[in-house]
């Protein structure tokens, strides 16, 4: 059985590399995975087995939108969590004896 190699380009306009890298982690189970960071996009290789490999780059696009759409979620939402956390952390540090 031979190993087939995929190699993908990911410009930074497209995604950040650390989504990138997130993406890449994802496969490492199933694949053998390379990942290069370069002045203006990252290269992502993926290695399988032949008859798998047609497959790779489908799946990796696929988690690459799951995970830019989660990062996106997660920037969009910053601001509100923190506000919840600090509500909490106010909250729970109060003194007992405020009556609020």
């Known amino acids: 059985m031979s190993?087939?190699?995929v190699?993908?380009?990911?410009?930074?306009c497209e995604a950040a590399h650390a989504v990138v890298l997130r993406?890449?982690?994802?496969?490492?189970?199933r694949h053998v995975v390379s990942v290069v960071e370069e002045p203006d996009r990252s290269l992502v290789r993926l290695g399988a087995a032949t008859g798998v490999s047609e497959q790779?780059?489908?799946e990796f696009r696929t988690l690459l939108l799951d995970?830019?759409?989660?990062?996106?979620?997660?920037?969009?939402?910053?601001?509100?969590?923190?506000?919840?956390?600090?509500?909490?952390?106010?909250?729970a540090l109060r003194d007992p004896g405020d009556g609020a």
């Open 7 to 12: 190699t993908i380009t990911i410009q930074h």
């Open 23 to 29: 993406t890449a982690h994802r496969l490492s189970g």
């Open 56 to 58: 790779m780059e489908q």
């Open 67 to 91: 995970d830019l759409l989660r990062a996106r979620i997660e920037n969009e939402t910053a601001p509100l969590r923190r506000l919840i956390v600090e509500a909490a952390l106010r909250s």
């Open 3 to 5: 190993i087939r190699e």
